[in-house]
Antibody, heavy 118, light 107 residues
Framework: EVQLLESGGGLVQPGGSLRVSCAASGFTFSSYAMSWVRQAPGKGLEWVSAISSSGGGAYYAESVKGRFTISRDNSKNTLYLQMNSLRAEDTAVYYC???????????WGPGTLVTVSS | EIVLTQSPATLSLSPGERATLSCRASQSVGIYLAWYQQKPGQAPRLLIYDASNRATGIPARFSGSGSGTDFTLTISSLEPEDFAVYYCQQRSNWPITFGQGTRLEIK
């Protein structure tokens, strides 16, 4: 059974940093692109970033480019999102999802809430 | 960036009725259009990928059609558990984009 579980969310001050993680199981992690998608409270879905299966290619939404970095450790079956220079508008539930440009987002984790506030 | 526009914003129907949701792209996405269902407090769930393919475990009452810029999600006969928010999403071009969602509510 495919499982994705995010962790690392919490409260952070504006301008601060946070790293969220996504532990994957039940499939060959190194064979799939992975993505982060976020949802601000009461709003729709916004794609944030994606990374190729090998980690050699990374893609970002314009809203986070230069501030967020996606990475993965295929030996640990874990996806990461390093978030720097956080802003109030980054407050959202962050979901990891299997897939990206080369495949649909077919499995999603339950999400982790990131709140940026002073 | 490809903009996806969903209509209507809200659809009010009764169980047993047919639902038709629309998604229009600002430029061609070929067949690389997916539909997701999201219920309150839950993660989105993939329903349809590549315009017309049902994802694993999705009931046959859900169907997708279209190509290029115009796409439709049809639910043939609404069940109580189908009332939720539905999003379309394209993966034809970076950045990946989502529509703003259609809320399907009980009439």
């Amino acid at each position: 059974e495919v499982q994705l579980l995010e962790s690392g969310g919490g409260l952070v001050q504006p301008g601060g940093s946070l790293r969220v993680s996504c532990a994957a199981s039940g499939f060959t992690f190194s064979s799939y692109a992975m993505s982060w998608v976020r949802q601000a409270p009461g709003k729709g879905l916004e794609w944030v970033s994606a990374i190729s299966s090998s980690g050699g290619g990374a893609y970002y939404a314009e809203s986070v480019k230069g501030r967020f970095t996606i990475s993965r450790d295929n030996s640990k079956n874990t996806l990461y999102l390093q978030m720097n220079s956080l802003r109030a508008e980054d407050t959202a539930v962050y979901y990891c999802a299997r897939g990206g440009g080369s495949s649909p987002l077919d499995y999603w984790g339950p999400g982790t809430l990131v709140t940026v506030s002073s | 960036e490809i903009v996806l526009t969903q209509s209507p914003a809200t659809l009010s129907l009764s169980p047993g009725e047919r639902a038709t949701l629309s998604c229009r792209a600002s430029q061609s996405v070929g067949i690389y259009l997916a539909w997701y269902q999201q219920k309150p407090g839950q993660a989105p769930r993939l329903l349809i990928y590549d315009a017309s393919n049902r994802a694993t475990g999705i009931p046959a009452r859900f169907s997708g059609s279209g190509s290029g810029t115009d796409f439709t999600l049809t639910i043939s006969s609404l069940e109580p558990e189908d009332f939720a928010v539905y999003y379309c999403q394209q993966r034809s071009n970076w950045p990946i984009t989502f529509g703003q969602g259609t809320r399907l509510e009980i009439k």
